[in-house]
């Protein structure tokens, strides 16, 4: 596997997010990240792979301008961000990241205030507030719940109205940490459902997991952080690569690691995504 | 999770299998004798100790520890200048005046008493908490026939504090992800909602604690074993005959 | 405002943890028959404690250009009773010498005395007397009192250990109240408003989480969150 | 499939830990569990699966003696569970549960000092407390964190920790919590290879998750939690059973969703659980 080498060729199109040689860390500690470079074209769903504690959160957290990078820059439509807080506040209407445990995002008792609290934030007039909650809930299907205390919804409502509360800001770019952390598999259903009418509406949507299967069914791009430092490719060839998973204390997915142990090699275009996937191609 | 520098110092540090009570007998001796002397050179002289001991001893991270002596400056220095000065008639002895305001010797020399007696008191005080957990001051206080309920009040507190400062810090920042800092009235809104939802989780965690702990046993207090770490009577012995030569050089210089 | 280890004269030093001692020992006193009568409480108390400790750590929106922390013990009086905070205080206030170097182990009695004890006795003394005026009139009067009775008696007691040589105390005091005034009357003010909003988001939560919490300290029912 | 009948073809030692058509519920709801009855033989690993909320929770609860079920019974080898203090203390040296998150069940700082709650509570002497709490730590594979503030440990590590904490009451039965939850491929082998170690000393485990894939490459026997009942059988036959995981809101796991795509039957006895075993009974 190669990098991908922006800055030898470039895109035509700057990528609507990204980070280039970013170092970031903490006070006191070492880098989490050690110089690293990653794309988001727009419309491509990138799903950031790592083990825990490997600086995936690290990374959301720049993009998202809510942690400043020691050296390096993130750019928004090749733009570098700036962190002072005009330049900031405007980042934070077009890139919004949504934290693995929704009760870090819920401050409010009751869903539809929690999601009105960025746009009533922005200034927006009243009209225009309850216009983007009801879209939010409606995009994130948890219109039904609008009236509900945030307290009595299961994990998984818990999740989408988070989701929600990120997308009334309408974002260009929604980053979600862990999204299917704790959720069982309807849950995890809804939740890609409700992603893909986002993306539907034009919403680019990144993905930190560890769930490499998850990663596979649902990627177009995938991104290893690994030693501090990340590895962006197409798919197929990040989740074949066994010692850059090994490396990164990951697994291949399944179809990956049975056709390998078939001795066949995976399709890079057109990859196996699913069960039926995999068996129409063994038949 | 949340991390406090002076915290992973004292987890860290060479002296931690050291026992609480030598450690506790230094660092109070000295600090008792920095509040208690009125000799400038003792007081040097302890916050040295204190120092060499910190960082040759116990191999404290340096900036760890100078970070302890400095997070009370903004106060000293500002007490210590509203000691130097007097407001009135300060025209007898003064060494500096403008209109009522005035320095005079007197002043000037309680505020600079002042100033190393906060110094030298600080870094004894320093020393004692970047060599020793809360956990093993909280245990010791068990030992000194502390109530139960209060020692265990105290050891959740501490273990409790950190995830809750977590909560808090992420709260916070996924409240400022939405613009809850970006004007004065957002921003008082938004942190009083962060005090509710961090005593809302707090009282979660307690509830959902009491579960786990009923699991395991409870019953009613929170003992433990403590680790056995044996008295050293060698660190004691020095650390007496050091405290009593400043303590007499105190009273005698 | 925590006075700083070594700051005070030893004698006054003595005199004040001498004064702080009985409050604490009710406030222990009162923690183990709540322990007694219900061993779960030791958790509710140490999330309280913690709770404490985080608010007083919270960075608040610049007041008057320098960055500075609420006290946490006025919220804390109305939500767990005066006795109980007298306790939770001091602990919270050992372990803020012992974590952050604010305050210290000498001057851990006059802390106690300014933060743990005068602040939440003051503090929820107005808000009981305010009973019948709207909640959030008696928070913010509560908070707010009890964060300039702390500042108060801290002023008060700086000024008892130095004295001015010309103006003697009430120049003193007149200076330390002045030189702190510019941070801590804001900030007393600001810390009134937060009161405010988390005890009324408090009560919109009304979950399950909630329940006992007010009860806590309280040997009668009907305590403020859930009054 | 059809129910394990116990009643009717009791086995010949009784279940190291049953539940005897258990009714379970919460003060002001309705019935989380009805009529639930579930078998734990010694040795055997049982996986209890079931979406989020399904009461999979509220059933180990019942089983460890935290929840008193409003009718029916748990027994253990074959005895009631009586819920009083004496008998319930006993109990909980017999069956330990471990909670979802570590940190509801880590109370002090120091991890050595939280491992020997238990013991202690037992009343044990000193020595015997020492011994234990060594003897927990090298199970679970952390006697090097023994002297690390629980703060300064990652999730996995805590995790760890709170096993740590049940394993030094040296229980026959250990009930765990969705035990895999948050962590990632690494974190996941390191309990495993922990819990087996575990068996080897002749622990019985007992593993409650949504994820059926860890269920099918880990279990000998599957309990589904689905509209408050249970339902046990061997593995093969509830993961191949469609509909039943179907309204218990789950998936089968890859290797049986494969093989059916392929029109191919799973072997009961001898079901592929790897992807080596997938590919050898493929090529």
């Given at each position: 596997?190669?990098?991908?080498?922006?800055?030898?060729?470039?895109?035509?199109?700057?990528?609507?997010?990204?980070?280039?040689g970013?170092?970031?860390?903490?006070?006191?500690?070492?880098?989490?990240?050690?110089?690293?470079?990653?794309?988001?074209?727009?419309?491509?769903?990138?799903?950031?792979?790592?083990a825990?504690?490997?600086?995936?959160?690290?990374?959301?957290?720049?993009?998202?301008?809510?942690?400043?990078?020691g050296?390096?820059?993130?750019?928004?439509d090749?733009r570098?961000?700036?962190?002072?807080?005009?330049?900031?506040?405007?980042?934070?209407?077009?890139?919004?990241?949504?934290?693995?445990?929704?009760?870090?995002?819920?401050?409010?008792?009751?869903?539809?205030?929690?999601?009105?609290?960025?746009?009533?934030?922005?200034?927006?007039?009243?009209?225009?507030?309850?216009?983007?909650?009801?879209?939010?809930l409606?995009?994130?299907?948890?219109?039904?719940?609008?009236?509900?205390?945030?307290?009595?919804?299961?994990?998984?409502?818990?999740?989408?109205?988070?989701?929600?509360?990120?997308?009334?800001?309408?974002?260009?770019?929604?980053?979600?940490?862990?999204?299917?952390?704790?959720?069982?598999?309807?849950?995890?259903?809804?939740?890609?459902?409700?992603?893909e009418?986002?993306?539907?509406?034009?919403?680019?949507?990144?993905?930190a997991?560890?769930?490499?299967?998850?990663a596979?069914s649902?990627a177009?791009?995938v991104?290893?952080?690994?030693?501090?430092?990340?590895?962006?490719d197409?798919?197929?060839?990040?989740?074949?690569?066994?010692?850059?998973?090994?490396?990164?204390?990951?697994?291949?997915?399944?179809?990956?690691?049975?056709?390998?142990?078939?001795?066949?090699?995976v399709?890079?275009?057109?990859?196996?995504?699913?069960?039926?996937?995999?068996?129409?191609?063994?038949? | 999770?949340?991390?406090?520098?002076?915290?992973?110092?004292?987890?860290?540090?060479?002296?931690?299998?050291?026992?609480?009570?030598?450690?506790a007998?230094?660092?109070?001796?000295?600090?008792l004798?920095?509040?208690?002397?009125?000799?400038?050179?003792v007081?040097?002289?302890?916050?040295?100790?204190?120092v060499?001991?910190?960082?040759?001893?116990?191999?404290?991270?340096?900036?760890?520890?100078?970070?302890?002596?400095?997070?009370p400056?903004?106060?000293?220095?500002?007490?210590?200048?509203?000691?130097?000065?007097?407001?009135?008639?300060?025209?007898?002895?003064?060494?500096?005046?403008?209109?009522?305001?005035?320095?005079?010797?007197?002043?000037?020399?309680?505020?600079?008493?002042?100033?190393?007696?906060?110094?030298?008191?600080?870094?004894?005080?320093?020393?004692?908490?970047?060599?020793?957990?809360?956990?093993?001051?909280?245990?010791?206080?068990?030992?000194?026939?502390?109530?139960?309920?209060?020692?265990?009040?105290?050891?959740?507190t501490?273990?409790?504090l950190?995830?809750?400062?977590?909560?808090?810090?992420?709260?916070?920042?996924?409240?400022?992800?939405?613009?809850?800092?970006?004007?004065?009235?957002?921003?008082?809104?938004?942190?009083?909602?962060?005090?509710?939802?961090?005593?809302?989780?707090?009282?979660?965690?307690?509830?959902?604690?009491?579960?786990g702990?009923?699991?395991?046993?409870?019953?009613?207090?929170?003992?433990?074993?403590?680790?056995?770490?044996?008295?050293?009577?060698?660190?004691?012995?020095?650390?007496?005959?050091?405290?009593?030569?400043?303590?007499?050089?105190?009273?005698?210089? | 405002?925590?006075?700083?280890?070594?700051?005070?004269?030893?004698?006054h030093?003595?005199?004040?943890?001498?004064?702080?001692?009985?409050f604490?020992?009710?406030?222990a006193?009162?923690?183990?028959?709540?322990?007694?009568?219900?061993?779960?409480?030791?958790?509710?108390?140490?999330?309280?404690?913690?709770?404490?400790?985080?608010?007083?750590?919270?960075?608040?929106?610049?007041?008057?250009?320098?960055?500075?922390?609420?006290?946490?013990?006025?919220?804390?009086?109305?939500?767990?009773?005066?006795?109980?905070?007298?306790?939770?205080?001091?602990?919270?206030?050992?372990?803020?010498?012992?974590?952050?170097?604010?305050?210290?182990?000498?001057?851990?009695?006059?802390?106690?005395?300014?933060?743990?004890?005068?602040?939440?006795?003051?503090?929820y003394?107005?808000?009981?007397?305010?009973?019948?005026?709207?909640?959030?009139?008696?928070?913010?009067?509560?908070v707010?009192?009890?964060?300039?009775?702390t500042?108060?008696?801290?002023?008060?007691?700086?000024?008892?250990?130095f004295?001015?040589?010309?103006?003697?105390?009430?120049?003193?005091?007149?200076?330390f109240?002045?030189?702190?005034?510019?941070?801590?009357?804001?900030?007393?003010?600001?810390?009134?408003?937060?009161?405010?909003?988390?005890?009324?988001?408090?009560?919109?939560?009304?979950?399950?989480?909630?329940?006992?919490?007010?009860?806590?300290?309280?040997?009668?029912?009907g305590?403020?969150?859930?009054?």
């Amino acid at each position: 596997m190669t990098h991908r080498l922006t800055r030898h060729e470039p895109p035509a199109v700057p990528a609507v997010l990204a980070a280039a040689g970013v170092h970031a860390g903490y006070p006191g500690g070492p880098d989490v990240l050690d110089c690293v470079s990653l794309e988001v074209a727009r419309g491509r769903r990138v799903a950031l792979l790592g083990a825990n504690g490997s600086g995936k959160t690290t990374l959301l957290r720049c993009l998202s301008g809510a942690h400043r990078p020691g050296a390096g820059e993130v750019l928004v439509d090749g733009r570098p961000l700036r962190h002072r807080s005009g330049a900031l506040g405007e980042h934070r209407q077009r890139v919004q990241l949504v934290l693995q445990d929704p009760d870090d995002q819920l401050f409010s008792a009751d869903v539809r205030r929690d999601v009105s609290f960025g746009p009533v934030n922005l200034g927006l007039p009243d009209a225009q507030v309850r216009t983007r909650v009801e879209e939010a809930l409606t995009a994130l299907g948890v219109a039904h719940l609008a009236d509900r205390a945030v307290h009595q919804l299961s994990y998984g409502q818990r999740k989408r109205v988070a989701v929600a509360g990120a997308v009334a800001m309408r974002p260009e770019v929604l980053l979600l940490d862990e999204p299917t952390a704790g959720l069982d598999p309807r849950g995890v259903g809804e939740l890609l459902a409700a992603l893909e009418r986002l993306e539907g509406l034009g919403t680019t949507v990144v993905m930190a997991t560890h769930d490499v299967d998850l990663a596979w069914s649902w990627a177009d791009e995938v991104a290893v952080v690994v030693d501090r430092v990340v590895r962006q490719d197409v798919l197929v060839k990040v989740l074949t690569d066994t010692d850059l998973l090994r490396s990164a204390g990951l697994t291949p997915p399944w179809p990956v690691r049975l056709l390998r142990a078939l001795g066949r090699e995976v399709d890079v275009l057109d990859p196996p995504r699913t069960a039926a996937d995999v068996a129409a191609l063994l038949a | 999770m949340a991390r406090l520098a002076v915290d992973d110092a004292a987890w860290a540090s060479r002296w931690r299998s050291r026992s609480t009570e030598e450690k506790a007998l230094l660092a109070l001796g000295l600090l008792l004798i920095a509040v208690t002397t009125g000799s400038a050179p003792v007081v040097t002289a302890v916050a040295l100790l204190a120092v060499g001991c910190a960082l040759a001893g116990a191999r404290v991270p340096w900036r760890t520890y100078l970070r302890v002596l400095l997070a009370p400056a903004a106060f000293v220095l500002l007490g210590a200048a509203s000691v130097a000065v007097t407001v009135g008639d300060g025209s007898t002895g003064a060494v500096w005046s403008a209109g009522p305001v005035a320095v005079t010797d007197e002043t000037l020399g309680r505020a600079l008493h002042v100033l190393g007696r906060s110094l030298a008191a600080t870094s004894a005080m320093a020393l004692l908490a970047t060599t020793t957990p809360v956990v093993d001051l909280v245990a010791g206080l068990r030992r000194l026939r502390v109530p139960d309920a209060v020692v265990d009040v105290a050891e959740l507190t501490y273990r409790m504090l950190f995830l809750l400062l977590d909560t808090a810090a992420t709260v916070r920042e996924a409240q400022a992800a939405r613009l809850g800092y970006s004007g004065g009235p957002a921003a008082r809104r938004s942190l009083g909602m962060l005090g509710s939802v961090v005593l809302v989780r707090a009282a979660g965690r307690a509830r959902r604690l009491e579960a786990g702990l009923a699991g395991r046993g409870s019953s009613g207090t929170l003992r433990t074993l403590a680790p056995a770490r044996p008295v050293s009577w060698t660190f004691v012995t020095l650390s007496v005959t050091v405290l009593a030569a400043l303590a007499a050089w105190s009273v005698t210089g | 405002m925590h006075i700083a280890e070594g700051f005070l004269p030893p004698l006054h030093a003595a005199a004040w943890t001498v004064i702080a001692a009985p409050f604490v020992v009710h406030g222990a006193r009162e923690v183990g028959r709540v322990a007694r009568e219900r061993p779960e409480a030791r958790l509710l108390l140490g999330a309280a404690g913690a709770f404490t400790f985080v608010l007083s750590a919270l960075k608040l929106p610049s007041v008057t250009g320098s960055s500075s922390h609420p006290t946490g013990t006025g919220v804390g009086a109305i939500v767990f009773r005066p006795p109980v905070m007298a306790l939770l205080g001091s602990v919270v206030l050992l372990f803020q010498a012992l974590l952050l170097a604010h305050g210290g182990i000498t001057t851990l009695g006059a802390n106690v005395f300014s933060m743990a004890v005068v602040g939440p006795w003051a503090g929820y003394g107005c808000y009981r007397l305010l009973r019948r005026a709207p909640l959030a009139v008696a928070v913010f009067v509560g908070v707010a009192v009890a964060d300039l009775a702390t500042y108060v008696t801290t002023a008060a007691q700086l000024a008892l250990a130095f004295p001015d040589p010309v103006s003697g105390l009430l120049g003193a005091f007149a200076r330390f109240f002045g030189i702190f005034a510019v941070t801590q009357v804001p900030l007393a003010v600001v810390e009134g408003i937060l009161g405010v909003v988390l005890v009324r988001a408090l009560h919109s939560w009304a979950g399950p989480e909630l329940e006992g919490l007010g009860r806590v300290g309280a040997r009668e029912e009907g305590v403020s969150v859930d009054a």
